[in-house]
Nanobody, 126 residues
C-alpha cells in the first residue's frame, strides 16, 4: 500500500519559486505513476503535472507549462514539483496522488487515482 506525505508548501511572492515534495513513506510506489493536482477555494480540483511509473514521461497543464517541472528520485519513492515564476492564480492546496501502471494522460483526464496525500497549501502574494 502507498502512503503519500506532501511537504514544501508556503507563502511566496509573485515571481518566486517553491519546491513541493511527495514521499511514499512505505516505499512501495515504484509501479505507480504520480501526479500533482491543486484545488483553489471555490474551484474544482485540477490536474497540474504527472510523471509515468516506467520511463518517466511527463505531462503538464497548459497553465503551468514552462514554469513547473515534475520529477522523481531514482528509488521512485519521492516525487517533486519545482514551481518557478509563481503567480497569484497558482494559490491553492496542492495534492499528490498515485495510480498503479497508469498512463500519464489518464491523470490529465482526471480519471480516479488510487491514493492521495493530505495536501499542502501554496499561497502566492501579488
Amino acid at each position: 500500500q502507498v502512503q503519500l506525505v506532501e511537504s514544501g508548501g508556503g507563502l511566496v511572492q509573485a515571481g518566486g519559486s517553491l519546491r513541493l515534495s511527495c514521499t511514499d513513506s512505505r516505499r512501495s510506489s515504484s509501479s505507480y505513476s504520480m501526479g500533482w493536482f491543486r484545488q483553489a477555494p471555490g474551484k474544482e480540483r485540477e490536474f497540474v503535472a504527472g510523471i509515468s511509473w516506467n520511463i518517466g514521461n511527463t505531462r503538464y497543464a497548459e497553465s503551468v507549462e514552462g514554469r513547473f517541472t515534475i520529477s522523481r528520485d531514482n528509488a521512485k519513492t519521492t516525487v517533486y514539483l519545482q514551481m518557478d515564476s509563481l503567480k497569484p492564480e497558482d494559490t491553492a492546496v496542492y495534492y499528490c496522488a498515485a495510480k498503479k501502471y497508469a498512463p500519464v494522460r489518464s491523470m490529465a483526464l482526471l480519471e480516479p487515482m488510487d491514493y492521495w496525500g493530505q495536501g499542502t497549501q501554496v499561497t502566492v502574494s501579488s
